[in-house]
């Protein structure tokens, strides 16, 4: 009994693989059922396209002991456009699909758990998103393999990569073998952050979001638990400072922000939130507000943060304390004000992550 290839399908729309093949009188799990001689592509659009059926399919053909080839067929879009294509001008661009047709390396650098060997994951065949396959056939997918972020790729070509190699302060991607999705409407790969120590930053002094001038950011974004944390947190020196954080206060779970420019505290709106679902959250210097699902807050704490200057980090404060406890996909920023793009933005960003819609 054999197995066909995997083939790119970009007609299929989420979903951009079928096989060839059919698993004959095998068990598989509940999730979904492979009749005799009906293609992966027709069964699981059928059932429902789904990132989790594709999931457990590819889980299927390799706990079977199946080969896997990936072969790429025509893509709908040859021109791919990313959403810093139409909005240009970004200081720094993280995401876990591709953001920008002129970007053409890694949106990953991942270590994986069973000999630290290291390797670049980028995006599929399709030109967006992360190429999952490469990463599980690079990681594994045993129940004792882990996928650890060694470094979060800038796509804007400025180089403000995000890295950490401390091995014990990289956010997980990979789970005993499963990738770490996130999103209620359609799931997407996620890092995930531990609450502890885990943070990616550049601490040669950033140049993502200035001391003085406008500043904007964009960040999708999920808190685990009711713990107190640090989305991202940017310090040029004692009296400059800017950060997002998830706080856990008065019995509740909230998204806030701080501001120092000199020397003086401007203060975000802060959203209540709740734990273990995910927000698109935009945060402006200019008019100090804060959108969460593009609402704008009210309110707010203060002093978020103290911390050397010159640093900048993600997941964490810039000591590199108070961890993020949740999970990030997508972080875009600019030094300039981008509210007037504000609507638009989101309507890119939500409609690929599918948070509100």
């Not at 713990?227 to 998830?246: E, K, P, Q």
């Not at 501001?259 to 802060?270: A, K, P, Q």
């Amino acid at each position: 009994m054999s197995w066909g290839k995997i083939y790119c399908d970009t007609n299929w729309g989420e979903n951009k693989y079928r096989t060839a093949g059919s698993i004959i009188n095998e068990a598989t799990p509940d999730c979904f059922q492979f009749p005799e001689f009906v293609s992966f592509k027709d069964h699981v659009r059928s059932e429902g396209a789904t990132y989790e059926k594709m999931q457990c399919g590819i889980d299927i053909l390799l706990f079977l002991g199946r080969s896997i080839s990936i072969t790429p067929q025509s893509p709908d879009n040859p021109t791919f456009s990313g959403i810093l294509d139409t909005y240009t001008g970004a200081t720094a661009g993280y995401s876990t699909r591709r953001l920008t047709n002129t970007y053409t390396g890694g949106l990953i650098r991942v270590r994986r758990s069973s000999d630290d060997a290291e390797q670049d994951i980028g995006y599929d065949a399709n030109g967006e998103d992360l190429d999952i396959f490469g990463l599980l056939a690079f990681v594994g997918t045993s129940g004792t393999d882990n996928g650890y972020v060694t470094t979060w790729y800038d796509q804007t070509g400025n180089g403000n990569h995000a890295t950490n190699s401390t091995a014990s302060e990289q956010p997980l991607i990979v789970d005993g073998g499963s990738i770490i999705y996130e999103g209620a409407t359609i799931s997407r790969p996620a890092m995930e952050f531990d609450g502890v120590d885990d943070f990616l930053g550049i601490t040669t002094g950033p140049t993502i979001l200035p001391s003085t001038g406008d500043i904007s950011s964009f960040s999708v974004f999920s808190g685990d638990t009711s713990v107190s944390g640090y989305i991202y947190s940017n310090t040029t020196s004692a009296d400059d400072r800017h950060g997002l954080g998830l706080q856990f206060f008065s019995g509740a779970l909230r998204i806030n922000g701080a501001l120092r420019i000199g020397g003086t505290w401007s203060i975000y709106e802060e959203q209540l939130i709740t734990a273990d679902e995910q927000y698109l959250l935009s945060a402006f210097k200019s008019g100090v507000d804060l959108y969460v699902d593009g609402i704008k807050s009210t309110g707010g704490l203060n002093g978020l943060f103290t911390g050397p200057s010159n640093t900048f980090h993600i997941g964490a404060n810039t000591n590199a304390t108070s961890s993020l406890n949740g999970k990030l996909q997508e972080m875009i920023f600019y030094d300039s004000d981008e509210t007037s793009n504000r609507t638009g933005i989101e309507g890119n960003i939500d409609n690929y992550f599918r948070i509100t819609s």
